[in-house]
């Protein structure tokens, strides 16, 4: 250290004694609350506590007791009516109330708190768009129904009561023969503070995201919002509940359409699947038609005659599968999965419900293995698209341009 | 329905048909196969019969003219035509073969004969081959549920069928082994596979649906 100071031309701490009390005067400045441990850390190498870290400390161990300071010091407390200045009035108003105050041992009174009154910081004003006569000419767009002498009176009332409109409309005395409602001075007013700003800015980009461009005031809007809020509080008792009755129906209706959705989404299991083909079988068959079904699972126009309900249901199974393209494989897999049936992989009775059921679950198993085909051949579209993809731009880098320059 | 006045038509045949009348009649066709043990030879070691019968046993006779039951063309005078309950053909054999069975309707119905084919089996494991595990006591049962449906019935068949009660069939050798039908299991089993492919189903739906990566 020594030598470091000496390269930097410090003066090299001669006296021992000097150095030694300022290490003690740290240590004794630990906090109360803070472990000797913690402090130590601190100590070396950090020699300086975090401010707000010791004004913690302080305050859950003492409260706020050992900030005040003691009532020998500041005196008795005493409270005296005296006069006092808003400094956000222009017309130095003068008025009084009562203030803290301190009596010390002498009987001399001071306040407790000295400075501006403070309250007034909290007096802001709003900013008002004023335009001066260039502005006026060239940025201001004349509207037939205001003079200039009007937007200026209205000016002065926005400023002087700081856009409080309910106010300003209160006050407002329009120029004879017209009336002007809240909406008109707000849609005036805004109007010109948003071609103020605009120009101000140097266009509408760069304040697009100033609430007077991205919000414009719209009257129409406004009025039409009062006269709801209006029909709405004029509402009778009865229109009142019949009101609640239809919202509350249309509550219900919403819950149970979300309740329908939830429900589809979650998938079903074996047991309560909805069968895919849905074949109702009429238990007396329509005139001129049978008990037999068709391929379309509806029941078959036939010749008068006698036929085999097995043969027939073959027959059928047979058609189904005839329009199915692949049809050789699509049997295949078909049977495959008809093996659980039984060897043969059809119902045993062919009675008419077993018949129209297996059917029906022919024509599902058809229509599963055609989805698992076309699943099938969308994966390998999208695996091979982005395949070549790659290939293809390597292989055909700089031919491609050649080609199409010629 | 007796009573009701159902329109008729005259069919290609000149005969007067039901219109829109549907009659449906269960029939059973089957074969009972013994195996012959010490006596089998080795053209013939199992005693076996086909037949055609009605759901409860009941005589056929009143719907059935006549039944040809198309043997192997191995056998002699494979074509056996029977013409008087109980529909049946015995014979023995040593292998299994398609029956092709036709029957013939009463010639008022009008109605073409009909052909069912039925498995001949004489091996209840089916792999055709070993002997051992087979019982002279225990025959080999094959049957198959069919119906009959005619469709817009002839009049005069139809009415001399709805007044006639079946007599039970006359006795049969093989009666003793009739099976009994379930249709019920057929079609529990049937659904049951149903739900399973509706399932895989939507389950390839929500594939589809799902956003490729």
Redo the contacts between chains.
Sequence with gaps: MADVKDILGMPRASDKSEAQPKPKEQRAKRPEGMSREAFALLDGSHPIVPSSFVADLAKKQAGLKEKRTPAEKRGQVVWEMRPFKNEARQDGLELRHWAKCFKDNASRVRLAEEGDYPFARLDCKPMIYRYDDEEWDNVIVKDADWTREETEYLLELCEQFQLRFLIIADRYEAPPGKTRSMEDLKARYYTIARQLLIAREGGPEQVAHHTLVKHPFNAETERSRKRAVQALLARSAGQEASDQATLEAARGIENARRAAVVQRKQ?????T????TPVDIPQQ????S???LGADLKPAQ???????????MREVARQQLANVPGGARAQKQVDT??A????KGE????????CA??L??RA??V??LE??K??QH??AA?ASQGGSEGRGRRAHKGKVPARYDA | MAGDVESTFT?SKGEK?L??V?V?Y?IVTGTVAFFLGKKATGTASHKWTVYVRGLKNEDLSHVIKKVTFYLHPSFNNPARDVTESPFEVNETGWGEFEINIKIY?HDE?F??P???LHHLRLYAD?DGGSTAQQSTKKPVVTE??????????AEAFHSRWRGHDPAPAKDSQAAPFFLE???QQ??D????????????????????EAP?S
Aim: proline share 9%; net charge neutral.
């Design positions: 998938p079903p299991t074996v047991e699947m909805e069968l895919a068959p329509a005139p001129g049978t008990s037999l036939l010749k008068p005659g006698v036929f085999s309900r097995a043969a027939h999965l008809l659980e049936l039984g060897p119902p045993i009775c062919a009675t008419q419900a077993t059921a297996y029906a679950l599902d198993i229509q599963m989805l698992r076309r699943l969308r994966q999208e | 069919g048909r219109k829109g549907e449906v269960p309707f119905a109605e073409d009909i052909e069912i089916n198959s549920y069919d119906e009959l449906v005619f469709n817009e019935p039908f379930a249709p057929d079609l089993k049937i659904n049951a596979l149903r739900r399973r492919i509706a399932q895989q189903k939507a389950g390839l739906l929500q594939q589809f490729m």
